[in-house]
C-alpha cells in the first residue's frame, strides 16, 4: 500500500509526483533482485567444469572450504586456491508492436565483467579442518542505451556482492561428517532510470547504496565408501537493509530490505571405474521469499512503499562427470538447468529474469608435486525473458522479449604445502 504526503500530491509537477513514484519505487529493488534472477554459481573454480554438478560431495580441493566445509576433512595438507573469472554478458531486447514507448531496443545490455574467488583450507588435527572462502556469489551490471524502450523502468543497474566466510569441519566417524561457516556479505549497488516530465527530454534519478549483513552455512558429508559419497549443503537467508542516497532528492536516503534466499544443495559423486566419476546436483532456492520490494524515503516525511514481486521458489538440476585422462590430466564436463524466479506475467524490464541452462567442459593439470591449473568454459543460456508491462501501466507499456547468454571463462591455480 502506498501512501504520499500532501507534498506529493497531484497539485505538484508531475516530473516530481513520476520521479518519486517511479524512481524510489523501482530503484533498490531491481539491482538486487536482477543479481538473485540472474546470480551466478559459477566462480572460476574447478567446479564451473561441471557445471557446478558435485558441488557438495566432490570435496577434493580448498574450493570445499566454499561449496562443503564437511569436506575440508579429507584435504591432506594445507592448500590455496585462487581463481580469475572473465564472464561476457549478452542481454539484448527485442521490442515487439505491442511496445508505446518510442526510442531503440537498448542495444547490448551487458558486457564484460570479471570474476574470481580465493578459497584456503588446511587439516588441524585428525579429525577438524579449518577453511576460508572469498567469493562475489552476486554481482551484474546492465547498461542499456539511455534511450531505449524500457528507459522508464531502467537506465543503468550495477550491483556487487562480497561474501567472506570462515569455515570448520569435524570428521565424526569414518562414514560423516559436519561443517559450518559463519557469512559475512557487502553489497554495493548502483542504479538509474528516466522519469517523464512536461518537455522534450525526460527527468533522471539515481541511487546507490550498500550494506554489510550475516548468515551462516550448515554442511555435511557421507561417505558410503571410498567410491560413492554424498553432501548436503543448507544456506541460510541474508536479508539486507541497503541504504543510499537519491539524487534527484538533494541527496536524501531511501532504504529498503531485501533479501537473498535460504537455499538447500544435495550432491553426489560416484566413482564408477579408475577413471571415470560422475557427480549430480539438486538444489532449492526459496526464492518466494522476494515477494514484494519495501521502500522508506525519509526525504518526503517517510513515504514508504510496497511494490508486489511475485517471485517464487527455484530448482536446479545437474549433471557432470570427471574422467582421470592419465596421472596428470583430469577433463571434465557438465550440464544444468536452473527454473525461473518469476512467471511470464509478473516479468518487468528492470527484473528480467529467467530460466537458466548450462553447458560446461573444463580441464586440470597437474602441473607439478603441489601444483594444480585449470581452466574451463561455460556456456550460460538465460532464458527468453518475455515480458509485457500492461498490468503496471498502459502508457509506459514495453512488450518484447531478451536475447540472453553469456560465455564464462575460468582460471585457477591451487598450491599445496
Known amino acids: 500500500m502506498m501512501q504520499f504526503p500532501a507534498s506529493v500530491k497531484p497539485s505538484n509537477p508531475l516530473w516530481l509526483t ?50 562443503n566445509h564437511a569436506g575440508l576433512t579429507r584435504l591432506e595438507s594445507a592448500e590455496i586456491m585462487m581463481t580469475f573469472q572473465p564472464l561476457n554478458l549478452n542481454y539484448q531486447f527485442n521490442p515487439s508492436s505491442d511496445t508505446v514507448v518510442s526510442g531503440t531496443d537498448g542495444g547490448d545490455q551487458g558486457g564484460w565483467m570479471p570474476g574470481g574467488a580465493f578459497f584456503f583450507g588446511s587439516p588441524v588435527t585428525e579429525k577438524m579442518a579449518v577453511g576460508l572462502s572469498l567469493t562475489s556469489p552476486s554481482g551484474l551490471v ?82 558410503l565408501n571410498e567410491s560413492h559419497r554424498l553432501g ?31 537455499s538447500l544443495t544435495l550432491s553426489s559423486h560416484h566413482q564408477v571405474s579408475p577413471s571415470v566419476a560422475l557427480v549430480v ?59 525461473s524466479a518469476v512467471d511470464d506475467v509478473d516479468r518487468t524490464p528492470d527484473m528480467p529474469v529467467d530460466e ?5 567442459l573444463g580441464a586440470e593439470l597437474e602441473a607439478g608435486k603441489n601444483w594444480r591449473i585449470g581452466g574451463n568454459y561455460t556456456f550460460l543460456d538465460l532464458g527468453a525473458n518475455t515480458l509485457d508491462t500492461t498490468q503496471l501501466t498502459a502508457m509506459s507499456r514495453v512488450a518484447g522479449d531478451y536475447d540472453a547468454y553469456a560465455h564464462v571463462l575460468g582460471l585457477y591455480a591451487s598450491v599445496r604445502f
Open 142 to 223: 546492465l547498461d542499456p542505451e539511455d534511450d531505449w524502450v524500457g528507459r522508464y523502468y531502467m537506465t543503468k543497474t550495477q550491483l556487487v556482492a562480497l561474501n567472506i566466510e570462515p569455515s570448520i569441519g569435524f570428521e565424526l566417524s569414518d562414514q560423516w561428517s559436519f561443517g559450518a561457516g559463519v557469512d559475512f556479505q557487502y553489497a554495493t549497488f548502483e542504479q538509474s532510470i528516466a522519469v517523464r516530465r512536461p518537455g522534450p527530454d525526460d527527468a533522471s534519478v539515481g541511487i546507490d547504496g550498500d550494506s554489510w549483513q550475516v548468515g551462516f552455512s550448515l554442511s555435511t558429508l557421507f561417505e
Open 18 to 67: 513520476g520521479l518519486v513514484f517511479l524512481g524510489a519505487l523501482m530503484m533498490v529493488g531491481t539491482s538486487w533482485a536482477q543479481s538473485g534472477g540472474l546470480s551466478l554459481a559459477e566462480d572460476g573454480g574447478p567446479l564451473n567444469g561441471t557445471a557446478q554438478a558435485g558441488s557438495a560431495a566432490i570435496a577434493r580441493d580448498a574450493q570445499t572450504s566454499w561449496t
Open 281 to 339: 546436483d539438486l538444489g532449492w532456492q526459496e526464492w518466494s521469499a522476494f515477494d514484494r520490494t519495501a521502500i522508506d524515503i525519509d526525504a518526503l516525511d517517510g513515504v514508504q512503499v510496497e511494490i508486489p514481486r511475485n517471485f517464487k521458489d527455484t530448482w536446479t538440476m545437474a549433471l557432470g562427470t570427471h574422467y582421470q585422462l592419465n596421472e596428470k590430466w583430469l577433463l571434465m564436463a557438465g550440464a544444468a538447468y536452473t527454473s
Open 232 to 262: 548436503l549443503r543448507y544456506r541460510s537467508e541474508i536479508s539486507h537493509d541497503l541504504t543510499g542516497d537519491m539524487e534527484a532528492l538533494q541527496g536524501r536516503n531511501v532504504s529498503s530490505s531485501l533479501t537473498m534466499p535460504q
Open 356 to 360: 537458466q541452462w548450462r553447458i560446461a
